[in-house]
């Protein structure tokens, strides 16, 4: 299947726990004021590749923990991106998606959308919120803002609310 993307990463070492394979996906409705990827913004823009490539590339990397998501925003692309993660968890890996939409958006979305709502139960921890500058603090882990939350999306979906995921934490790699 297709998607559009503005690149990716073999190995970083930011975009989530441990090292991962990183793909940013093209297009963004957020278009957040200070965003460090501004480039991913523009849908017309970006890259058409396959999931069949993108697996072929994550199926070659040895050393990665997990896939992240990134974007843009990657819930605009869902179809795609459940098929990555679907087969990426036959490989034992986990999945860190960055949204700038909340959790709980993203649980009104998916009651409309299976699309969304199959990505986001794929997703192991989810990055949500808009980047706001006034917000920014490089200190925190995997995110740029104090108001973007770090969200166990698994104990979310049984909770039915937003449960918040700790670094210190070690369930299923995440």
Sequence with gaps: MKLKIAGTVKE???????IRFVIFTQGCPHNCVGCHN?????PAQGTVTTTEALL?????????RGITFSGGEPFLQPEPLTIIAEQTKAFN???????????????????SDKAV????????????????EAERDISLAFRGSRN???????????????????????????
């Design 12 to 18: 970083s070492v930011v975009d989530g726990p441990g």
């Design 38 to 42: 501004p480039k991913t913004h523009d």
């Design 56 to 64: 072929a590339e994550i199926a070659n990397a040895k050393l990665i």
């Design 93 to 111: 890996l986990n999945i860190v998606t960055y949204s700038g939409y909340t959790f709980e958006k993203l649980l009104v979305m998916a009651a």
């Design 117 to 132: 709502e199959r990505l986001l139960k794929h997703t192991d921890l989810l990055v949500d919120g808009p980047y706001l």
């Design 148 to 174: 973007q939350r770090l969200v166990d999306v698994k104990k979310s979906l049984v909770s039915g609310h937003a449960v918040l995921w700790s670094p210190t934490e070690t369930d299923n790699g995440i």
